[in-house]
């Protein structure tokens, strides 16, 4: 059989590159894990979508359309919260010395630990069947955390003979607190105790 001559010729068909969501649903699916977050934190899991739907500015269906169930709204807002833990580091290790970036992500932490606290019960149900997600989020709440303190180390600003589970088996205490009106306050002035504590001893504080 004689090959085509053509066949090399002819305009191949080319793949149609996927469409990127408009900017006003990026926009809106934005705004939509943002006002979660704040209310799981305040409110609880049990927070009300269409409430979500209504302090975001849109409408339920526009709520359905991004996150078609609870469980996976609380699986982006997590993984959110998670990824702008760690990007904070970084930011606030170019903006402060050692020291205070530690302290500021640490009061930072505690708006996580809010949010995550308020999606406690799904985020259970969550680790039964997205194992991987956990496991990953710690990760990259670790590494945050380890940059920080090595680097307040470093400059002599905290005790040397501290690392990251110590400061994360201090911090999982406020995270068991009981639930209660001035939880909020009472967390960051404990940040501020734990903060103190490991500036104590520190090498540059030495005579």
């Given at each position: 059989?004689?090959?085509?001559p053509l066949a090399e010729t002819r305009e191949k068909p080319t793949a149609v590159p996927p469409k990127r969501?408009?900017?006003?649903?990026?926009?809106?699916?934005?705004?939509?894990a943002e006002v979660a977050a704040l209310e799981f934190a305040e409110h609880g899991i049990e927070t009300s979508l269409e409430e979500i739907a209504r302090k975001a500015g849109v409408g339920i269906g526009t709520l359905y359309r991004h996150f078609p169930s609870r469980e996976h709204l609380v699986e982006v807002v997590y993984r959110r919260?998670?990824?702008?833990?760690s990007v904070a580091a970084d930011e606030l290790a170019a903006r402060h010395p050692p020291d205070v970036a530690l302290s500021e992500w640490m009061q930072r932490f505690v708006d996580y630990i809010a949010a995550k606290r308020g999606m406690a019960n799904s985020l259970k149900l969550l680790s039964a069947s997205n194992s991987e997600l956990f496991s990953s989020s710690w990760g990259m709440i670790s590494r945050a955390l380890s940059r920080l303190l090595d680097a307040a180390r470093a400059e002599g600003l905290i005790r040397e003979d501290i690392d990251v589970s110590d400061v994360f088996h201090a911090?999982?205490?406020?995270?068991a607190a009981p639930a209660s009106p001035d939880w909020r306050d009472r967390s960051r002035r404990l940040v501020s105790l734990l903060?103190?504590?490991l500036r104590a001893g520190a090498r540059r504080g030495q005579p």
């Amino acid at each position: 059989m004689t090959a085509d001559p053509l066949a090399e010729t002819r305009e191949k068909p080319t793949a149609v590159p996927p469409k990127r969501p408009r900017a006003d649903a990026q926009r809106n699916r934005e705004r939509l894990a943002e006002v979660a977050a704040l209310e799981f934190a305040e409110h609880g899991i049990e927070t009300s979508l269409e409430e979500i739907a209504r302090k975001a500015g849109v409408g339920i269906g526009t709520l359905y359309r991004h996150f078609p169930s609870r469980e996976h709204l609380v699986e982006v807002v997590y993984r959110r919260e998670v990824e702008a833990l760690s990007v904070a580091a970084d930011e606030l290790a170019a903006r402060h010395p050692p020291d205070v970036a530690l302290s500021e992500w640490m009061q930072r932490f505690v708006d996580y630990i809010a949010a995550k606290r308020g999606m406690a019960n799904s985020l259970k149900l969550l680790s039964a069947s997205n194992s991987e997600l956990f496991s990953s989020s710690w990760g990259m709440i670790s590494r945050a955390l380890s940059r920080l303190l090595d680097a307040a180390r470093a400059e002599g600003l905290i005790r040397e003979d501290i690392d990251v589970s110590d400061v994360f088996h201090a911090l999982s205490g406020i995270y068991a607190a009981p639930a209660s009106p001035d939880w909020r306050d009472r967390s960051r002035r404990l940040v501020s105790l734990l903060m103190d504590g490991l500036r104590a001893g520190a090498r540059r504080g030495q005579p």
